[in-house]
């Protein structure tokens, strides 16, 4: 079976769609505890994932895998650890690994 953002589940309040879950969690959840930019990046890698034939399960972890590299290398940026050759070197090759 290829699971994509229609494919239906039994969460805790019934039935309900991928992208009905993911915009649950956008509207409430997670909204008053993390940065929306944060939110959405993580949807966003999250979605292409599962549209690209992911499980839920993968497609979280690869999201959240990517977050975490990403505003790390940010962060390493910013303190002065690394280049902005480095940051530009290393954001290119996040995307290539998550996102292509």
Known sequence: MKITLDTRFTGALGQVTLREAVQQLRDHDLACTVAADAVDGKVSVF??????G???????????????????????????????????????????????
Request: with cysteine; hydrophobic share 40%; net charge negative.
């Open 47 to 52: 979605t292409d994932c599962v549209e690209r």
């Open 54 to 100: 992911f499980t839920p399960l993968r497609s979280e972890i690869m999201a959240a895998c990517y977050i975490a590299e990403r505003d790390a290398t940010t962060e390493a940026f910013d303190r002065g650890l690394i280049t902005r050759a480095e940051l530009e070197s290393r954001q290119a090759a996040l995307a290539r690994q998550f996102l292509s």
